[in-house]
């Protein structure tokens, strides 16, 4: 399985996933033109040619970005998909300096396993401004707000992403030329 940005023949497949768990009330219906327009903000996990996850990564302000529309398909469920997806973007947050990443849920078990905290909804204006204001649960939201802090200060740079790997042997130098005077 790969885990990529999302491009556009991928677009019809985020919005059936999304919209499966719409349907049984587990998240927000999106449109095919939401998913169009939001593509760039997608990772994908792809299975022998099939989309099997998605995960998109929403940017609010300059420290903080959204977890949004995760969902894999019910024949994958319970295999560490989800996951290795939230690992994944935060990896992308990191990289784009993200200080922290928060979600709306209804796994809240799942997020807190990932280290995000449960937080009052209120703590998240830029969120109930932007988008939560158009949802038809708005008034009688019932998912959990919760936050991870990636960088713990403003100013700090990101945590290193990967261990550089240690070199197990070194390299020959080349020979040095001296120029004639």
């Known amino acids: 399985m790969t885990i990529r940005p999302a491009i556009i023949t991928d677009a019809p497949a985020i919005c059936e996933l999304i919209n499966y768990y719409a349907e049984r009330g587990r998240m927000l219906h999106r449109s095919l033109e939401s998913i169009y327009l939001s593509l760039r903000n997608f990772l994908v996990m792809e299975d022998r040619g099939a989309i099997v996850a998605c995960v998109a990564i929403e940017l609010f302000w300059a420290d903080l970005a959204e977890i949004r529309s995760l969902a894999v398909a019910s024949h994958a469920r319970g295999k560490g998909l989800g996951t290795k997806l939230i690992r994944k973007a935060i990896v992308a947050a990191k990289k784009l300096g993200v200080q922290k990443l928060f979600a709306?849920?209804?796994?809240?078990?799942?997020?807190?396993?990932?280290?995000?905290?449960?937080?009052?909804?209120?703590?998240?204006?830029?969120?109930?401004?932007?988008?939560?204001?158009?949802?038809?649960?708005?008034?009688?939201?019932?998912?959990?707000?919760?936050?991870?802090?990636i960088i713990t200060s403003p100013g700090k740079k990101p945590l290193p992403l990967q261990r550089k790997p240690k070199r197990t042997r070194k390299r020959a130098k080349a020979p040095r030329v001296r120029k004639k005077k």
Do not use: H, S
């Open 104 to 149: 709306l849920t209804y796994e809240k078990d799942f997020f807190a396993r990932l280290g995000f905290q449960t937080i009052d909804r209120d703590r998240l204006p830029e969120k109930v401004w932007r988008t939560c204001i158009y949802c038809p649960k708005a008034d009688n939201c019932d998912e959990t707000a919760m936050i991870l802090q």
